[in-house]
């Protein structure tokens, strides 16, 4: 027996840290011993979190698949990979052939974006669909923030990241780092950057209708009514326009009067009513921020997923550049990755067209998930009746998973990529599984592009892959060969996504031309990671606006701004649910693993005192939940942690459906939340789904 130690990241989450693993070598198997953190990357410096650790449990799970399956009546049964292929490519070309390209719907999950073979591969097969109907987990959740950059730097990939390392003041809205390692904010060991913040003299505000953990530690805590955001930050807006705290900004900018006078009638004292915060405390917050030498506005999913999503986004944007913080050290700031997803590719394209049913707007090539279980529901031309879904599970990520789940039971076909019978895979008549993250290549093009400092590295597969397994790549690769064979079309080669990852490696800032020579033998050289330096001010270069000007006065949100003022103070009688999230339960598949699972159950509804109270509901006991599309049945939790109001459901419980095949996570107490969040509440630009502020009832079940 021997042992070899490994240095690789995390790849289960945005933090992406660095992570030593040791590997125990036998004749006739390998297995992973040991993981920790790694010391020595220069950005996460040694920070692990469960997520890590739980890499051990995916690569050893007995639910999880290992080579392609198909359903025959209630049982499944392993295939080949060619025979595979061939069923796919005929399956999904008959119902093209019968209904148009359109009646094939596509779905990619979350974890697209933690693999760069599904990066760099899944259009290489998605591409010869031609289908309209592209869907993914975007639209449940950061969809606001790339629309807001495409309208106003002109590509939906230049994101501002906070530069947390070298702040005064962050103000945060609708996120809690502590809980998910940042988000859209790679940001590794957040807890201890926050306290260094506040040890240098720097203040933490935190808005939020939940005391999360992260406004746990927060120098100030203010508490909002779900979809009150927008008002805040109008208000903000409004008082640092009405007291000139603003801050000249040295990037081109056009359209601030349109928006100073859009912003004539939402004083802090109009808005209180709307957000729930005192005017005066509004007034204050405007007057803190503005003072501070270096500041930053964050928000993230609690504001994306709201009736007020973009809008809100927009207004972040504009607080950020109107006290001069935006493409600011301290402030705001764009990376500049390794690999740059901005350079060499186009700015995006919005509303080019519309979802058939509901007229919902395409963004980037993909519509708003909210519109999915209908478009397979009604009938009609263009009526979808195919589905591929890629890493995901709608079922309980995606609004009213109850009536997509009815949808998906009158698929004519239904093809999964995926490592699980999930709730939504249950229902596939096809799964193809790839190999696990330590069986595979890495390279972290999405997180680096939202990292805090500008670092790169290269992860090497460390176990070797199961005889007869694929990379998911090579998934996608087969499936367009199998498919343009039968669609008699021609394929152009492609790449494995290392050569792939090396050509942008060696044609990026830092490749062939610069001190560092970036090329993926660089990063070999360099196991623990390469820190390529701090975030700097380089937006004005990289605007892609016609004129390569900051539009900060986007019609479709000076629009938006209207329908804010229409909107008449909510009932304080009606409780309005969120949702929640917690380091170990991020996302449903981290339910199938007892290290993440174990501890104090985490499934509960939690409910203020005052409204147990009124309702003659006591502490604990079983209650029914009830909204506009559906109902469950959760114990109650007694919490002062939600303001009155307001109740909180985690996301991604809600296993004990039929045909999943999780043992560990089928013996999990809770509902789905998104059994109770609907579909015909979205944001009105984007028709991102709103799952924050979703009005419900509790009584006794």
Not at 24 to 33: A, L, V, Y
Not at 303 to 308: D, L
Not at 382 to 399: E, I
Not at 409 to 430: K, P, Q, R, V
Request: with cysteine.
């Amino acid at each position: 027996m021997t042992k070899t130690l490994h240095h690789r990241a995390c790849h289960l989450c945005e933090a992406i840290c660095g992570l030593t693993i040791e590997v125990t070598h036998e004749p006739d198997r390998q297995w992973i011993s040991s993981i920790k953190g790694d010391p020595e990357d220069p950005f996460s410096r040694g920070h692990i979190c469960p997520k890590a650790i739980a890499l051990q449990d995916i690569q050893d799970d007995p639910d999880r698949l290992r080579q392609p399956h198909r359903r025959i009546g209630d049982r499944w049964e392993p295939i080949g990979w060619d025979e595979a292929f061939a069923l796919a490519a005929e399956r999904l070309w008959t119902v093209q052939q019968a209904h148009g390209r359109n009646a094939v719907a596509v779905y990619q999950g979350n974890p697209s974006v933690h693999n760069y073979g599904l990066m760099t591969h899944a259009n290489y097969f998605l591409g010869l669909l031609k289908t309209r109907n592209r869907f993914s987990a975007t639209s449940v959740d950061q969809l606001p923030q790339h629309l807001t950059s495409y309208l106003m730097y002109g590509h939906g990939l230049l994101l501002p990241i906070p530069d947390i390392d070298h702040t005064d003041f962050m103000l945060v809205l609708g996120a809690n780092p502590l809980a998910s390692n940042g988000s859209i904010m790679t940001v590794p060991d957040v807890t201890k950057r926050l306290k260094a913040l506040q040890a240098r003299g720097g203040r933490l505000v935190v808005v939020d209708p939940r005391r999360t953990e992260t406004a746990a530690m927060a120098d100030q805590h203010l508490f909002i009514r779900p979809g009150g955001d927008a008002a805040l930050l109008s208000g903000l807006l409004h008082t640092l326009f009405d007291e000139k705290l603003g801050r000249a900004s040295h990037l081109p900018v056009q359209g601030l009067d349109a928006v100073r006078d859009a912003l004539s009638s939402f004083s802090a004292e109009a808005m209180s009513p709307l957000c729930g915060i005192g005017a005066r405390e509004i007034r204050q917050l405007a007057r803190d921020f503005a003072a501070a030498e270096r500041a930053v506005c964050y928000g993230r999913m609690g504001i994306s997923t709201q009736a007020f999503g973009t809008l809100c986004h927009w207004l972040v944007q504009l607080i950020n550049l109107v006290t001069g913080n935006l493409d600011r050290p301290g402030g705001a700031l764009c990376t500049e990755p390794a690999v740059d997803l901005v350079a060499n590719t186009a700015g995006g394209h919005f509303n080019a067209w519309q979802s058939r049913v509901s007229g919902l707007p395409e963004y980037g090539g993909e519509l708003p998930v909210a519109a999915l279980a209908e478009e397979i529901l009604v009938p009609g031309e263009g009526q979808v009746r195919a589905l591929v879904t890629v890493a995901g599970n709608p079922v309980l990520s995606t609004p009213n998973g109850g009536q997509l789940e009815q949808a998906l039971e009158g698929l004519d076909f239904m093809l999964s990529i995926d490592l699980y019978i999930n709730e939504t895979t249950c229902h596939a008549d096809l799964i193809l599984p790839s190999t696990c993250a330590m069986e595979n290549d890495h390279y972290d093009t999405t997180f680096n592009l939202l990292a805090v400092r500008n670092v790169s590295r290269f992860n090497r597969a460390l176990l070797p892959r199961p005889a007869g397994a694929l990379h998911d790549w090579e998934i996608f690769v087969g499936l367009a060969k199998a498919f343009a064979a039968r669609a008699q079309v021609a394929l152009k080669p492609t790449l494995a996504p290392a050569q792939m990852i090396d050509l942008g490696l060696r044609a990026g800032r830092y490749g062939d031309g610069s001190p560092w020579h970036l090329s993926l033998e660089t990063l070999d050289l360099h196991p623990h990671g390469l820190d390529l330096g701090p975030l700097r001010a380089n937006l004005a270069a990289r605007l892609k606006t016609p004129g390569q000007v900051v539009d900060a006065a986007p019609q479709c949100m000076l629009d938006d701004l209207r329908r804010l003022a229409g909107q008449a103070p909510a009932d304080p009688a009606q409780l309005l649910l969120i949702g929640r999230r917690h380091v170990r339960s991020n996302n449903s598949w981290m339910h199938n693993f007892h290290r993440l699972v174990k501890g104090k159950p985490r499934h509960q509804l939690l409910m203020h005192p005052q409204d147990l109270r009124a309702r003659g509901l006591i502490d604990g006991q079983q209650v029914r939940v009830r909204s506009r599309v559906g109902s469950l049945e959760v114990q109650v939790l007694a919490s002062e942690e939600v303001m009155p109001g307001v109740v909180s459901l985690p996301h991604g419980y809600g296993h004990q459906r039929q045909g999943v095949r999780l043992g560990v996570a089928n013996a999990q107490p809770g509902g789905s939340a998104n059994d109770l969040t609907d579909e015909c509440l979205r944001d009105g630009v984007s028709g991102n789904a709103a799952l924050n502020g979703v009005p419900v009832e509790v009584e006794a079940a």
